[in-house]
């Protein structure tokens, strides 16, 4: 199967849960297990609004429920399947639905304090990742049908940006801010990272690269990061190697690129000029964005292409098949694992923190560590 036509992500999602339909309605006093059950499989990072817990299923069902879980009530059902992909601005919460292959979607909203459903916008192309909201406008990253501006209050199309020197563009990265320009990566047809004024939708700027940016891009103060890579998850070949860079876009200029034996499709966490990636290959490595030098944490032979997080001081990652570890630094300076043990279910998506809970998505919901 031609990845041309399938989000790396997506596609592992689609081979893992291939059955995903519609939960029934929760009642009320089952088990912990049977209400995870009933939710089915999560992607995306959940969202906690006043002491309560939002998430969107892959079947396209927006929840409520107590951080811990333990009662979980049904507020929307959307039509498609989607990641779930979550944002939250002041009372409100908006997400998009389709898979890859879809080309005309819905971008949601719900109003939290007034507990009803807004009406729905169509829009062109589908909305994996998460939309940015800034002022009283939407960014949305849409696919096919490139990046797009919305007015917040009447939900109306200000621009739209589909092509580079004539070239499409498919936009389904996470979308960053960087003073008056919205950044994105763009795949396929054209590769790269290309930016655009706020205001006006004017491109100000664009960066090549050699291989797809599939995944997502994080900000830290003027370095836009992520990685590029010719892998995927429909055919799993694990030591696909990725191009990890950095742009730097005070200078608008490529910082580095540096080939890794593996890839990931989550931007790495950075503290100062310290970034931590784990890789495909199992690889945990603590990148220096200065010197470019590498230091190995450790290696594993299940491959990690979640997000890794830092837990207090130390450096964590979770497997796809659920291998749970971490590491800190001894006085010396030398790693050693602090933690390895092993969740018992199959691990896909975002791992994401909110309080002092870590939130694991996996097919039948979250795992609470």
């Not at 890859?100 to 507990?115: A, C, E, I, N, Y």
Request: charged fraction near 25%; aromatic fraction near 10%; charge should be positive.
């Amino acid at each position: 199967m031609n990845n041309s036509h399938h989000s790396p992500l997506l596609a592992f999602l689609i081979l893992t849960f291939t059955l995903l339909v519609h939960p029934s309605t929760l009642t009320a006093a089952p088990s912990a297990n049977q209400l995870r059950s009933k939710v089915g499989s999560v992607f995306s990072a959940p969202a906690l609004y006043q002491k309560k817990l939002y998430f969107v299923s892959t079947s396209g069902v927006l929840y409520e429920s107590d951080p811990e879980l333990k009662k979980i009530t049904k507020l929307k059902e959307g039509k498609k399947q989607t990641t779930g992909a979550l944002t939250l601005f002041g009372d409100t919460l908006y997400w998009g639905e389709g898979l890859h292959g879809d080309t005309r979607t819905v971008l949601h909203s719900f109003d939290l304090k007034q507990k009803k459903a807004l009406p729905d916008l169509t829009v062109d192309g589908h909305i994996e990742r998460p939309i940015l909201v800034s002022g009283d406008a939407l960014y949305l990253p849409t696919g096919p049908g490139g990046l797009v501006k919305i007015t917040k209050k009447t939900m109306k199309e200000v621009w739209r940006a589909k092509s580079h020197d004539s070239k499409p563009l498919h936009v389904d990265s996470n979308l960053v801010e960087y003073g008056e320009e919205i950044c994105a990566t763009t795949i396929y047809d054209l590769k790269g990272v290309i930016c655009f004024d706020k205001g006006s939708g004017k491109e100000t700027r664009f960066h090549d690269l050699k291989k797809d940016p599939k995944g997502q891009i994080s900000l830290s103060g003027d370095m836009l990061v992520g990685f590029a890579t010719a892998g995927n998850l429909l055919d799993p070949k694990f030591d696909i190697p990725s191009d990890f860079y950095v742009l730097d876009l005070k200078s608008k200029k490529m910082r580095f690129v540096k080939e890794l034996r593996g890839f990931n499709f989550f931007a790495p966490p950075i503290e100062g000029s310290e970034a931590f990636l784990t890789l495909s290959t199992g690889d945990f490595i603590l990148f220096n964005l200065e010197n470019e030098k590498i230091t190995f944490l450790g290696e594993f032979s299940e491959p990690f292409i979640n997000p890794p997080f830092r837990k207090d001081s130390e450096y964590c990652g979770i497997g796809i098949m659920g291998k749970f570890t971490c590491y800190t630094k001894t006085q010396n300076g030398a790693p050693a694992i602090s933690k390895d043990t092993r969740i018992l279910e199959t691990v896909i998506g975002q791992v994401s923190q909110l309080g002092s809970n870590i939130y694991v998505p996996t097919r039948i919901s979250y795992i609470i560590l």
